[in-house]
Structure formats: C-alpha cells, structure tokens
C-alpha cells in the first residue's frame, strides 16, 4: 500500500550502521528526501526534545517523529513503490528475523572493538565468528539473502561486512575466514551502488579515527 508523497528527512550521523539501512533503503526505491547530520557527542537541544532514545536515525515525516531503524525501513517499505520485503506473510516475518540478527551482529561488532583488553577481545572475536557461521549456513548462494531479488536483509547486512573494509586493514582476524557464500554476499552488496552510497568518501578515516578513541584493545592495534 502506498501513501500520497510526504515530506521526508532523515536525521542522520556519518558512521551509525542503522543510519545506513534507511538511506539504502531510500536509494533502492527512489524515494526523495532531506537529510540532518548531528554530531551525537554534541546532540542539539532540538534532537533532544524529539528523540526519545537520543539515538539516530530518526525520520521526519511531515513533522510526525519516527524512531528505531526497523519501524523507519518497514514504515517506507509499506507507504513507497517498490517493496523491498517479500509479500508472503511467513517470508517476510523470517526476513524481519534476520534483520534482527544483524542487528544482533552489529551490537558484538560494538564490542569487539570496544573490548578493553586482549581477552575480552579474543572472546568477542569468537563471538562474532560463531555468528557468521550461522549466517553461512542461511545463505543460499545467490546474489542476495533471498535470492535474486534485494531485500531489507541485504540493507541491514551491508553496514555490518563495511566495518570489515576497516577492521581487515588493522589486521586478519580471522573473523570472516573460511565462509565462502558470505564473502561472495559481502562482495555484491558492496558492489551495489545504494550501498556504496550510504556513506561519504571519508568513511574509512572518520571510522577509522573513531576506533582509534575508543581506548580499547584494537585501538592499540592501529598504527
């Protein structure tokens, strides 16, 4: 079901992976929008009042204030042309499952590189390791997670293979190692140009600079 075009604006931050989902989401279907960039170590009062969590992305639609990247993807998926979601029910509730388990992956990806030390890094490493291993054995060897068609579970997995752009210039960490439909996935998605797009050309530094911050076990491992 489509709704009559509104006015839309993304509120968004340069590095968050969440941000990310909706904006190829947006480019996938065409949408127009705006877009704010805040810096979220320095929130504007007016992000304040209107966020609830204080988190991005938030969208703006004609003034109504929507949070939490799932409800932001699912709301343009059901009022916009060109629907990203399967249409069967039981399909699209399992791909909703997946979204999930991105994010999921993205919170261990926080802590492996938040970790403060090389034990704490080491078991997070696991962590993350065990989890694309159960994303292997879902994958089906064609272009995108469900087949031939792109789907919300390929935006939402696209942010989490970037971080891995950065993290394999520190070092092999042996994450991603030996899972060959998952690399073949990640080199797609990010071949695709709405995911290409999703961030600026500075990506790799402003992340990379961020991680550097982060007085963790991996910031010790940047040179």
Same mark, same amino acid.
């Given at each position: #079901? ?14 968050? *992976? ?24 320095? $929130? ?12 991005? %992305? ?5 003034? /109504?204030? &929507? ?15 060109? %629907?990203? @979601? %399967?249409?069967? !029910?039981? +399909?699209? =509730? #399992? ?6 388990? =991105? ?10 590189? /938040?970790? *403060?030390?090389? =034990?704490?890094?080491?078991? $997070? ?22 087949? *031939? ?9 696209? !942010? ?16 991603? /190692?030996? &899972? ?12 695709? %140009? ?5 961030? +600026? =050309? ?8 961020? &991680? $550097? ?9 940047? @040179?």
């Amino acid at each position: #079901m489509t709704e009559q075009r509104r006015s839309l604006n993304l509120v968004s931050h340069h590095l968050c *992976p969440y941000v990310q989902r909706a904006l190829i989401a947006l480019a996938e279907k065409g949408v127009p929008h705006e877009r704010t960039y805040i810096d979220l170590s320095d $929130k504007p009062e007016w992000f304040k009042r209107i966020s609830p969590l204080g988190r991005v %992305p938030l969208l703006l639609v004609d003034g /109504a204030v &929507l949070f939490e990247s799932a409800v932001i993807v699912d709301y343009l998926d059901e009022t916009t042309p060109h %629907p990203l @979601h %399967p249409r069967d !029910p039981l +399909a699209k =509730a #399992m791909h909703r499952s997946w979204v999930e388990f =991105a994010s999921a992956v993205l919170s261990d990806i926080g802590g492996f590189y /938040a970790a *403060p030390d090389a =034990a704490g890094f080491e078991q $997070k490493r696991r962590t993350l390791a065990a989890r694309f291993g159960t994303l292997e054995a879902a994958l089906n060897g064609n272009p995108w997670f469900g087949g *031939p068609d792109f789907s919300l579970v390929d935006a939402a997995f696209a !942010p989490v293979f970037r971080y891995f752009d950065v993290f394999d210039r520190i070092g092999d960490f042996g994450v991603l /190692a030996d &899972l060959p439909k998952a690399a073949a996935w990640r080199r797609a998605l990010l071949e695709r %140009p709405s995911v290409r797009n999703a961030v +600026a =050309a500075d990506y790799p530094d402003r992340l990379k600079s961020f &991680l $550097k911050q982060r007085n963790s076990h991996l910031s010790t491992l940047i @040179h």
